[in-house]
């Protein structure tokens, strides 16, 4: 109070003189102009949304809810609209290849923050991010022409009920396990980084070897982000299309054999709502069902990795 | 270290021997089974990297050794065909450049306004922006066949109503990419130390101008490594595409985004690599080398860009 009387020049003066000339309607208009571009982002997810649940609300209407999720058989042009082979083929690709990839991908991220030196760091790294860079076209195409013919040289005999056929589930597992191992090497390898340093040095201090150190204390305190990791690769792997499309064939089948041909939810769209399909058709509205709950798997899915990522963050950094 | 220290008395001499070997013995005789599971454990984890490396490394000699006999000049020069033997991928690789060309001039421009946005103007306590972020990062993660559902139900038909055609394809690939794009953007701007704004503010700059002179030039770098990355996933994304109506017989070479019948090279791979019949197999393969050229190109150009302007602050 006391100061408004000493100062040399009102503070109301003061403040009205620093003040703009203009109203600066230019500031204004680009913070408008960016605003949108952000909200883009809400506007693609509602079209989504909108996209998806207009025809399958649609197709609800034709068939039951029940007879969607529950029934067996999957035939659209035999008005069979069990989803369930779909969705197991998709799980036998996914369970199959994640069960490839944890073991790879958790194995080499200790070994790239644990075990590697700077310099071989610094190569693997990256090299092993080439893989999920490379389009999945190549690799499906690999899938065809080297992983099942591989499968069907090496296949011991009549196990689990004899060598994969042209189409098999498995091949398209270890393809799509291959294209998720650098996620979850990845992100594993940055949440074990990002482990303190004294939590390691206290545990070498106590006698702990590299191994104990490794499995005991830094695989624990960077769980979450593992977890996440892994979570982000199941939501990838669910929505592979060109693999499981090349690889794995289009039979809807009711099974998680490996050997067994199947058709993935992916791939159902994929090879149905090419360009000849008409608008309005039952058939068309099946993609959108399909699409539907293929969006709710995945968002899930991200939700956990991004609610898991961000509490490892929050710990540590 | 043990010379420096006399034990005056014999007491004590025996004292600190006892001591010393009690503790040698406690740091070396380490039970032998946990040497050996340690490096079992340690020979495990390096065979799991290099399972991953020799699965890279098939892959890319697989398409080499399959698709080495079609390698030839043909390939980027002729036109698709029936003829296996004169076939090329012309056409699906200017189909292939329009469409990034496009994506990169919505992309850019959307993807750089809404990280700036994000980073220089948002108020990360409001609810909506937080919504924004949760939702971009949310959209990284959407699988690329929901983009092309998009794509054909609301650019193709729907409130757009564009119909089957090239700018179709690099408005749905440009949603896919936009949030890589965004979250590059981000860390770039995000790098940019807060003491080169306040010194722009301070000698009377106003925020856009702050951000337009002195923040974006020095996150261009980063930004642009973001865009060749989401260029480079955009470039080999062929499923949206199959959606949107790319076709996989197109001889005539694209001329207008708004014009139909478009190809891409993935997509034409695709096509080749389902047939059995081994010439077009070949073709597939010869087809996956000139991707993974192209895509090689991009990536080193990328990484070249980064090391060239990378700012340390």
Known sequence: MEARDIGVSSPVGLSSRLEAPSRRWGEKAIFAALAVCAALSVITTTAIVISLLGPAFGFFQEVSPGDFFLKSEWAPAQELFGVLPLVLGTLSVVLWGLLFAIPIGLGAAIYLSEYAGPRVRKIVKPVLEVLAGIPTVAIGFFGVSLVTPLLQDIWPGEFLGGPPGFFNAGAAALCVGLMIVPIISSISDDAMRSVPAGLREGAYALGAGKMRVALRVVFPAALSGTVASIVLAFSRAVGETMIVILVAGNTPNLTLNPVEPIQAMTAYIGVTATGDIATGTIEYDTVFAVGALLFVITLVANLISIRLVRRYREAYE | ?313
Do not use: C
């Open chain 2, 1 to 313: 270290m043990s010379d420096e220290f006399e034990p005056r008395t014999e007491r004590a001499r025996l004292a600190v021997a006892g001591a010393r070997s009690a503790t040698m013995a406690a740091l070396h005789d380490r039970p032998t089974g946990e040497a050996v599971r340690s490096l079992i454990f340690q020979a495990l984890i390096m065979f799991a990297v290099s399972i991953a490396l020799i699965g890279l490394a098939a892959l890319l000699i697989d398409a080499f050794v399959e698709g080495e006999g079609s390698l030839s000049l043909n390939l980027l020069t002729e036109p698709t065909s029936r003829d296996a033997d004169n076939a090329g991928f012309r056409t699906a690789i200017l189909g292939s450049l329009w469409l990034i060309g496009g994506v990169v001039l919505l992309v850019v421009p959307l993807g750089v306004g809404a990280a700036i946005y994000l980073e220089e103007y948002a108020n990360r306590e409001r609810w909506w922006n937080r919504l924004i972020e949760l939702n971009i990062q949310n959209l990284a993660g959407v699988p690329s066949i929901v983009y092309g559902i998009l794509g054909l139900a609301f650019i193709v038909r729907g409130p757009l109503d564009l119909g089957f055609v090239l700018a179709a394809g690099s408005m749905t690939l440009a949603l896919l990419v936009l949030p890589t794009v965004i979250i590059a953007a981000r860390e770039a701007i995000r790098a940019v130390p807060p003491s080169i704004r306040e010194g722009s503010m301070a000698l009377g700059a106003t925020q856009w101008q702050t951000v337009r002179h002195q923040v974006l030039p020095a996150a261009v770098p980063g930004i642009l490594t973001g865009v060749i990355l989401a260029i480079s996933r955009a470039f080999g994304e062929a499923a949206p595409l199959l959606l949107l109506g790319a076709a996989t017989f197109v001889t005539a070479d694209p001329s207008d985004p708004f014009s139909g019948d478009f190809t891409a090279l993935p997509v034409l791979i695709f096509e080749q690599a389902k047939q059995a019949q081994s010439e077009l197999r070949e073709l597939a393969a010869a087809g996956i080398i000139v991707m993974l050229a192209v895509l090689l190109a991009m990536n080193s150009f990328a990484i070249w860009l980064r090391n060239r302007y990378e700012q340390r602050w």
